[in-house]
T-cell receptor
Framework: GESVGLHLPTLSVQEGDNSIINCAYS??????FIWYKQESGKGPQFIID?????DKRQGQRVTVLLNKTVKHLSLQIAATQPGDSAVYFC?????????????FGKGTHLIIQP | DSGVTQTPKHLITATGQRVTLRCSPR?????VYWYQQSLDQGLQFLIQ???????AKGNILERFSAQQFPDLHSELNLSSLELGDSALYFC???????????????FGAGSRLTVL
């Protein structure tokens, strides 16, 4: 079946460096792509999203890139901090109104080295 | 604190048993979503309720059921439990839409179920 998946289960970066977390999706009908962050012992937390008619969106220290040609999504975190340590999930949804649940990828564990 | 409250935080039970997980969404949120998170399957959407009515169904087993009450809290009932049902169960409510128009969910801290 169609699903959203991640390329790497673990990503280790030095504090202060930029992090890039990748995601491959297969459902070309999805209209929204969303990144969530899950810290240990907590539920997932919304970071940023992008609609399928865009290829880049920026937030505070984060940028999401969408390449529909190769069905690839990435999350870039600038100047990575210890507080960025978490598991990052990409998710997709067919509609923005919440009529369907999100389809999540399996997650990438971001480890920050001091 | 996300404002979504889940109880219990941890639950240990035996195969064949039945448990009920409870969720109170953020004040004023009409939607409740249930997700299951396991090591091998990741985060799986189970079911969504909106203002007491079932709105969307995902990969929810027939042994599982849910409901949303008039006060908007929701319960997820898991019966005839199997070892493979051991997982984190998350409840989420919708906090609105993002600037892009996506539905933004806020999740509770989860209920960890261990089936022995």
């Amino acid at each position: 079946g169609e699903s959203v998946g991640l390329h790497l289960p673990t990503l280790s970066v030095q504090e202060g460096d930029n992090s890039i977390i990748n995601c491959a999706y297969s459902n070309s009908a999805s209209d929204y792509f969303i990144w969530y962050k899950q810290e240990s012992g907590k539920g997932p937390q919304f970071i940023i999203d992008i609609r399928s008619n865009m290829d880049k969106r920026q937030g505070q220290r984060v940028t999401v890139l969408l390449n529909k040609t190769v069905k690839h999504l990435s999350l870039q975190i600038a100047a990575t901090q210890p507080g960025d340590s978490a598991v990052y999930f990409c998710a997709e949804t067919l509609s923005g109104g919440g009529a369907d649940g999100l389809t999540f990828g399996k997650g990438t564990h971001l480890i920050i080295q001091p | 604190d996300s404002g979504v409250t889940q109880t219990p935080k941890h639950l240990i039970t035996a195969t064949g048993q039945r448990v009920t997980l409870r969720c109170s969404p953020r004040s004023g949120d009409l939607s409740v979503y249930w997700y299951q998170q396991s090591l091998d399957q990741g985060l799986q959407f189970l079911i969504q309720y909106y203002n007491g009515e079932e709105r969307a169904k995902g990969n929810i087993l027939e042994r599982f059921s849910a409901q949303q009450f008039p006060d908007l809290h929701s319960e997820l009932n898991l019966s005839s439990l199997e070892l493979g049902d051991s997982a984190l169960y998350f409840c989420a409510s919708s906090v609105g839409v993002s600037d892009s128009g996506a539905n933004v969910l806020t999740f509770g801290a989860g209920s960890r179920l261990t089936v022995l």
